[in-house]
């Protein structure tokens, strides 16, 4: 592995700098307050140029790790990524918001090449986007060249490595970067990885000292549920409903079933479509678009569907079937809930699925000379999905330690095993009933026959074979179908039972079976119960929203998503207009102060989504402006007495206290010497107090001298990074100042 150190370039003049820098960009174009675990590092690398290695559960919050650099640092920088539709839903998202990128990838006009060159060349856009492929030809690398580019970010880098789950052969060229740009930084994004992947990325991209992160795979929003399976439509219907008028994705593993259980959940007047890669270009991109412009509610799909999707809202993932490897499933299922409420992911599971992925793999080694190491590693990964659908354990704790990270919670309240939905009972009586069985037929039939003779069915092959004379006939009539053969499949991934055979498998005794007929060996087995209650998390992320006019809000969504053609999603998540819906406030400047709404939104966007609160409170005589409360004091008029920038939000005893002090107009050396503190820590205090606040007047602590001068370097250079106007000031004026009154600027053109 290449360990050579180059020397971190940072584009901040101080850490202070960037905080500021950062801050503002998040509020400009994210609306967002605050950053998730592991971003600032992340942020903090691509601004330093050291290259890094950053792993993210879905929803996460990866491409705020490369979307901010660019912004902070003043730069271009390149963004890899895998596929076209992904690049171009992001580049919407982040020109819905004022962010100016831009996606080449095939099919691009030579007008519009000569156009974008320009435009790059003119220093218009932070990010470009680009596929594995486009990003090596020598028109692109010269156009790089020429840009400047100081940093490429490579999205869904598992891709690099033959140990991940899918293994792309034009990545493993990206380490060509390395020659093209040597002084530009590389920093490889990811959402499952585990030490052996990782180890690979960093080697193959050659990265250098890097800054590796690990957030934690944990996704306490999801609600995990493994559901053994019986009747795959019947159950997906019934999960569907308890989703009803939502985004849910259904998997499968062939096209063929993604289209049969499309047209099933049709017939059941589910609005429902199919995706796969067989399907014409147009017809999948019809599917797709329907399905992010909220005119879909649900995609059956193989594979082939959701890398390309960013849709934020999406309530449920059903797994028709196993998937082949954990990592697949943490990424499919990953894809709910990446708005950070509460969503549903249910894993339909039979141990019939891992014949049927081990038919699969057999036929591909068949395909391809020198299959073996891969056919082995395939059945590894395998191995790991089965024991964590079969064992009952916490699926959050599953999930989180085979990723190599420890658990710390005894019950993690979202998932079948710790609400209790799946119970585990001693069911040595049932196993003995049924061994007995598979030794009276002899060894030689597959379980649906065993089933029958256990229940006493009537069928010609249980007649011709005499086996309604045996001792085990009918023994287990009062058991359901369904439940006998859930019974067999536990009892073979025990390894008490099993089964052999291609095409036509039989049950087979060992030497674990005999241990139990014997009374040797106790057998224990999951049953899933009858009624599966509203998740905590699911019930909180409902708390206190009004629904009607959540749909309402919706509804505003939708249309201006059609007028603009773009996704639904792009306009405002869910999570956002829940907020709406939560704290219904009765301005703009209050609307703003929900999270996610970026200031370009609230000017061009806030009208209508406040006439839609106007009128359904007035409508059903609600209240307004229902703020969480924080006991502070110092409003302004048209703020309610309990409202933050941002709900909600906890503050500490110490900035609580500081807090105070500026209500009072105490200075800043005043507060120091009160709360502890160093300047710059009280100077930030200040400027976040100064931000929620909003006071007419800010002299009490900085020289209407200097305010005026700040003033006017910001008008005169229309900057909104310190560097600039600190250095047009000469340096006579520190940037606790700046910052302090650029806060106070800005909110002063909300009023």
Same mark, same amino acid.
């Given at each position: ?38 971003? &600032? ?29 660019? +912004? ?33 990838? $095939? ?8 156009? +974008? ?9 932070? +990010? ?35 140990? @991940? ?8 060229? #990206? ?60 159950? *997906? ?83 028709? $079937? ?7 499933? !943490? ?18 599971? $039979? ?31 395998? @191995?790991?999905?089965? %024991? ?16 190599? !990270? ?18 585990? !009972? ?15 037929? !002899? ?16 069928? %010609? ?7 309604? &004379? ?115 406030? $009765?301005? #703009? ?21 406040? *006439? ?19 006991? #502070? ?16 939000? &906890? ?101």
């Amino acid at each position: 592995m290449n360990q050579t150190t180059r020397a971190p370039r940072s584009d901040c003049a101080s850490t202070a700098d960037c905080d500021a820098a950062i801050q503002s960009a998040l509020r400009k174009y994210w609306g967002f307050e605050n950053l998730r675990s592991q971003q &600032r590092e992340a942020i903090q690398a691509g601004i330093d140029r050291r290259d890094s290695l950053v792993v993210l559960p879905t929803g996460g919050g990866k491409s705020l790790c490369y979307q901010v650099p660019p +912004l902070v640092a003043d730069r271009v920088d390149v963004v890899v990524s895998p596929l076209i539709s992904l690049m171009k839903d992001q580049v919407d998202g982040l020109r819905e918001s004022g962010y100016q990128a831009v996606a080449f990838y $095939s099919g691009i006009a030579t007008d519009d090449w000569s156009r +974008l060159q320009r435009e790059i060349a003119a220093g218009a856009y932070r +990010l470009i986007f680009a596929a594995p492929e486009r990003l090596l030809s020598d028109r692109f690398v010269n156009l790089m060249r020429a840009a400047g580019v100081g940093s490429f970010a490579i999205d869904e880098a598992h891709c690099i490595s033959h140990w @991940g789950h899918d293994f792309r052969p034009e990545y493993r060229r #990206l380490i060509e970067l390395r020659r093209h740009f040597p002084g530009a930084s590389m920093h490889a994004f990811t959402a499952t990885a585990t030490q052996r992947v990782r180890d690979d990325v960093i080697a193959q991209l050659q990265l250098q000292n890097p800054v590796v992160l690990v957030g934690s795979f944990d996704r306490p929003n999801l609600i995990y549920r493994v559901i053994p399976k019986t009747d795959a439509i019947a159950q *997906t219907a019934e999960i569907l409903r308890r989703h009803k008028g939502e985004a849910a994705i259904v998997y499968c593993i062939t096209r063929r079933e993604t289209e049969d259980t499309a047209a099933a959940l049709r017939s059941l007047k589910f609005n429902a479509a199919h995706y796969h890669a067989g399907m014409e270009a147009d017809e999948r991109r019809r599917t797709q678009d329907a399905f992010s412009e909220e005119k879909l509610d649900i995609v059956v799909a193989t594979v082939a569907f959701g890398m390309g999707i960013d849709r934020s809202n999406v309530r449920c993932v059903i797994h028709t $079937s196993l998937p082949k490897s954990i990592e697949h499933y !943490q990424q499919e299922a990953g894809r709910a809930g990446r708005d950070g409420l509460a969503a549903e992911c249910a894993l339909l599971y $039979s141990p019939q699925d891992i014949f049927r992925w081990e038919s699969l793999i057999e036929k591909s080694a068949g395909e391809h000379d020198g299959a073996a190491g891969l056919v082995q590693d395939a059945r590894g990964l395998l @191995g790991h999905i089965r %024991q964590f659908a079969a064992a009952p354990v916490c699926r959050h704790r599953a999930l989180v330690e085979y990723f190599g !990270q420890a658990f710390d919670k005894d019950n993690c309240g979202a998932c079948d095993v710790c609400q209790g939905e799946s119970t585990s !009972q001693d069911e040595t009586i049932a196993a003995q009933k049924i061994l007995s069985c598979v030794a009276r037929v !002899q060894e030689r039939f597959g379980a649906s026959h065993v089933c029958g003779v256990l229940r006493g069915a009537n069928t %010609q092959m249980i007649r011709q074979c005499g086996h309604d &004379r045996l001792s085990t006939y009918g023994l287990l009539r009062d058991e359901s179908p369904e439940r006998i053969k859930d019974m067999i499949y536990q009892m073979i991934d025990q390894g008490v039972l099993g089964r052999e055979g291609g095409d036509r498998p039989v049950l087979k005794l060992n030497t674990l079976s005999w241990e139990v007929m014997r009374g040797a060996r106790r057998v224990r087995m999951r049953k899933q119960t009858d009624a599966i209650e509203t998740n905590a998390a699911e019930s909180q992320t409902w708390a206190d929203v009004d629904r009607g006019l959540f749909d309402a809000l919706r509804d505003v969504r939708r249309r201006i998503a059609d007028s603009r053609s773009i996704p639904a999603f792009m306009v405002f998540s869910d999570a956002t207009l829940r907020d709406m819906a939560r704290c219904r406030p $009765s301005s #703009l400047t209050l609307l703003h102060r929900i999270s996610g709404v970026s200031e370009k939104k609230a000017s061009e966007l806030g009208d209508e989504f406040m *006439t839609a609160i106007h009128q359904y409170c007035a409508a059903n005589a609600l209240s307004r402006d229902r703020f969480p409360a924080t006991g #502070l004091s110092g409003s302004r008029p048209d703020r309610p007495t309990d409202a933050l920038r941002k709900p909600p939000r &906890r503050l500490s005893a110490v900035l609580l206290r500081a807090f105070e002090m500026f209500d009072h107009g105490e200075s800043i050396d005043a507060v120091m010497e009160a709360v502890q503190r160093a300047r710059s820590t009280v100077s930030s205090y200040l400027e976040q107090w100064i931000a929620e606040h909003r006071p007419a007047d800010i002299s009490a602590w900085v020289k209407r001298e200097d305010y005026q001068r700040v003033s006017g370097a910001i008008t005169a250079l229309g900057a909104t990074l310190l560097k600039p106007i600190f250095e047009h000031l000469n340096g006579e004026i520190d940037y606790e100042t700046i910052r302090c009154v650029k806060a106070h600027l800005e909110t002063a053109e909300e009023k």
